[in-house]
């Protein structure tokens, strides 16, 4: 099964800071790979997929890269209300296995 | 609008069964992938399997031997029943929409707001 290592587990950052977590896969997964942001005691929500980037109402300031095994989410300018915990979930074996990576929580410093 | 509304809050012994129901409005679930992803305290998103729109369904390795999913399109309504449970089940558990089929590759595009199963003796 592939496994996706996301780094680091958190981070805190300031209001304004640019923001990077990485998502590395066991295998390469060519470009498929989704992100979700999730905040305290809600479920979680599609920011990025694979196949339509940028999600209805999510921010420009959310941006993905990356292909193979190695990926990157990135915020440009974190605001008040991205802290939260980021997810990334591999669609490589979707639908029949879908795998999430283990969470990057992001607070404020 | 799109709504998944699911079953309220369990409270099991170990070793039995649980059974949470998502009923879907505002989409055709039978064009769509339907995911159960659970979340145990403080812990990370896990899968727990597929239902195809087919009615078939797939499921994570970890709960093979245990774990049920279905759906009943007169309600229309997704069932996922977990049985044998521990303490290691006591989680918030999620129903979840991915994308139309004919969208490649997929992602979950809504959830439901959770049910928590406490499983304690």
């Known amino acids: 099964d592939i496994q996706l290592t996301q780094s680091p587990s958190s981070l805190s950052a300031s209001v304004g800071d640019r923001v990077t977590i990485t998502c590395r896969a066991s295998?390469?997964?060519?470009?498929?790979l989704n992100w979700y942001q999730q905040k305290p005691g809600k479920a979680p929500s599609l920011l990025i997929s694979a196949a339509s980037g940028l999600h209805s109402g999510v921010p420009s300031r959310f941006s993905s890269s990356g292909s193979g095994t190695d990926f990157t989410l990135t915020i440009s300018s974190l605001q008040p209300e991205d802290f939260a915990t980021y997810y990334c979930q591999q669609s490589y074996t979707t639908p029949r296995v879908l795998t999430f990576g283990g969470g990057t929580k992001v607070e404020i410093k | 609008q799109v709504q998944l509304v699911q079953s309220g809050a369990e409270v099991k012994k170990p070793g039995a069964s649980v059974k949470v129901t998502c009923q879907a409005s505002?989409?055709?679930?039978?064009?769509?992938?339907m995911h159960w992803v659970r979340q145990a305290p403080g812990q990370g998103l896990q899968w727990m399997g597929v239902i195809y729109p087919s009615g078939s369904a797939s499921y994570a390795q970890k709960f093979q031997g245990r774990i049920t999913m279905a759906r009943d399109t007169s309600t229309p309504s997704v069932y996922m029943e977990l049985s044998s449970l521990t303490s290691e089940d006591t989680a918030v558990y999620y129903c979840a929409r991915g994308f139309s089929v004919v969208v490649v590759p997929t992602a979950i595009d809504f959830w439901g707001l959770g049910t928590l199963v406490t499983v304690s003796s």
């Open positions: 295998q390469s997964i060519s470009t498929f």
């Open positions: 505002g989409f055709s679930f039978t064009s769509h992938y």
